[in-house]
């Protein structure tokens, strides 16, 4: 907490354990405080509030004393090692508004393009992320349940989850259906991810002007591969796609992981970038055809 206080993070890492000094580096740390202090200002004080023993470990509650508000911290302890730590600033609606303008925005450039709204299908690719968000995490940290500790490693297997279990869902909702109809269902999952981050972002704090950009290039990439999905299948190469949207799925989720792990803004761009460029490459040759509805034969 001092630490967190004075930006001091030498005042603390003597008493990290040793996967908390790989994972919550200096500069992970700097990023962290900035964002606090950028929304609640300059920390004036702290009280701990209570403790709770969980098994091997303790959790010590403090309340933050800052100077436009203040947020509780958790600290988790273990054998005399700083082993975790939790944000909860509380309830702040304005930042649920970057993230939520960014879906928003990415449906209202598909909608004034192709002039449809299919709300059956956009409801279908919001619902696909409920599975995703309640089975998806636990196998992301799997290897760390496991004891394995290997930074690459961990940063790898996260991206690879998340490409394995996210698109042959909408590949499989989506692959059978008029191009129009299966570009919303990507644009539903991308919305609904746009929601889910504002809702979090609401409760824990963090967002900025970069989570409308993000969630606007998240939301074009997704609607981008339920398109391709659907075109790929009728003209009979609809898991060649799938393979290679579960690589690109792979890269860009693994950019995310790294990121979190040394954040940087050459590290944002090129997650930004390669979002951006796999969706202009579909888009552009497949968003006339499902405006038009021609199942038209396309040069790649």
């Not at 209202?108 to 299908?121: N, P, T």
């Not at 998806?136 to 998340?162: C, D, H, R, S, V």
């Amino acid at each position: 907490m001092e630490a967190l206080k004075t930006g001091n993070y030498s005042t603390v890492e003597p008493y990290l354990s040793k996967t908390m000094k790989e994972t919550f580096p200096e500069s992970l740390f700097k990023t962290v405080r900035e964002g606090l202090v950028d929304q609640y200002g300059e920390i004036k004080g702290y009280k701990l509030k209570k403790t709770e023993s969980r098994g091997d470990y303790t959790v010590y509650y403090y309340r933050v004393i800052a100077e436009r508000g203040n947020y509780t911290v958790s600290v988790t302890v273990r054998d005399g090692k700083v082993v975790g730590f939790h944000l909860a600033p509380g309830f702040n609606p304005k930042k649920a508004l970057y993230p939520l303008l960014g879906g928003l925005l990415g449906l209202l450039l598909f909608w004034f393009y192709l002039r449809k709204f299919h709300a059956g299908e956009l409801i279908l690719g919001v619902v696909l992320l409920v599975p995703v968000l309640i089975i998806q995490p636990p196998l992301q940290m799997a290897p760390e349940y496991a004891g394995i500790k290997n930074g690459t490693f961990l940063i790898l297997w996260t991206g690879l989850i998340a490409g394995l279990f996210q698109e042959p869902l909408k590949y499989y909702t989506s692959r059978d259906k008029p191009l129009d109809r299966a570009l919303y269902i990507g644009v539903g999952f991308g919305l609904g991810e746009a929601i889910y981050v504002a809702v979090t972002s609401a409760l824990l704090g963090g967002a900025s002007w970069l989570a409308l950009i993000e969630r606007t290039l998240a939301l074009l990439f997704h609607a981008s591969t339920t398109l391709l999905f659907a075109y790929s299948w009728r003209n009979g190469w609809g898991r060649k796609a799938l393979i290679s949207m579960v690589l690109v799925h792979w890269l860009i989720d693994s950019i995310a992981s790294y990121w979190h792990v040394n954040p940087s803004t050459e590290v944002i761009i090129a997650g930004y970038t390669v979002m951006l460029f796999t969706a202009l490459v579909v888009l552009i040759k497949l968003l006339p055809l499902a405006r038009i509805e021609k199942e038209t034969k396309v040069k790649w």
